[in-house]
């Protein structure tokens, strides 16, 4: 396999939706690559994020639909191949951790039975080998006595805990590409930081390419490889995690300035300034 090809090539990705007062635009033609990388996407809630990795996995509902000139997995098209094939790509070779586990967890379902399915739905194991890699998938996430996890519901689980068992059953079936949904938001800092270095050792390890939604600016430049900043539906910028201080938009800018700083306190945090131009701006290319 040919690593200098990315693993997913997304060109003028549009989502939309059609209400009685005319048609909303979510995704407003945005274009991004993603190699065995992590790629942080960060903006403010309804700037687009979630919904662009929703429409990767072709996860809108209708009245809403997915237009693009390209999405492709390994240059197969997303777009055009049928629902079934969909289905084996959709946790097989792409998966997505979504923001709250309680929300995501089955809850009549033990977190056991819940990972055999999701690995049983792409491979053809007995239920004992999809049991025993299941343990073995919990151990490898730092989950303490793995065997009494599996056996718990996600109502007996704590929300890190939670986390690392989707990070486990959407690892499970050993996807290439990761979209992780605000993954830490829920946690305390200290858990945060736990899940984060589980996400980075496992990326590394395996050479998967990761996807990873945020609100915090700061948290996503000392964790990912580059930086897509969105507004409004479009990309207005992108960097270099290590380069974002240098960042020249007016909005990555403000973002920056509205985070409480530590060791140089304000007696006023900056207001983030808004300029209507931003919006109806042609949205940058992320495409390497």
Request: with cysteine; proline share 5%.
């Amino acid at each position: 396999m040919n690593d200098d090809k990315p693993l997913l090539d997304i060109e003028n990705l549009q989502v939309r939706f059609a209400t009685r007062t005319g048609t909303f635009e979510a995704v407003r033609g945005i274009s991004f690559t993603l190699g065995r990388e992590r790629l942080g996407i960060v903006g403010e809630s309804g700037s687009g994020k979630s919904m662009t990795g929703r429409a990767i996995l072709r996860l809108i509902r209708s009245p809403g639909t997915i237009e693009a000139d390209r999405m492709a997995l390994h240059g197969e098209d997303l777009l055009s191949v049928p629902e079934k094939r969909m289905r084996q790509l959709r946790g097989g070779k792409i998966s997505m951790i979504m923001q709250d586990p309680k929300f995501s967890l089955n809850p009549v379902m033990s977190v056991g039975q819940q990972m055999v399915e999701a690995l049983r739905t792409h491979e053809s194991v007995s239920k004992a080998e999809a049991r025993a890699r299941a343990i073995a998938m919990l151990e490898e996430v730092s989950i303490r006595d793995p065997e009494r996890v599996y056996d718990l519901f996600p109502h007996e689980v704590s929300g890190g805990m939670g986390q690392r068992i989707m990070i486990a059953m959407m690892l499970l079936p050993n996807p290439e590409v990761l979209i992780a949904d605000e993954p830490t938001s829920a946690l305390d800092v200290s858990v945060q930081l736990q899940v984060l270095d589980i996400m980075d050792r496992l990326v590394r390890e395996r050479g998967m390419g990761l996807i990873f939604i945020s609100h915090d600016l700061n948290l996503v430049a000392k964790f990912c490889d580059r930086i897509v900043i969105m507004y409004a539906g479009r990309i207005v910028e992108v960097c270099k995690a290590s380069e974002l201080r240098n960042a020249s938009h007016p909005y990555t800018l403000g973002l920056l300035n509205s985070v409480p700083d530590l060791e140089h306190p304000r007696e006023r945090l900056e207001v983030l300034q808004r300029d209507p131009a931003w919006r109806e701006a042609p949205s940058v290319s992320a495409r390497t």
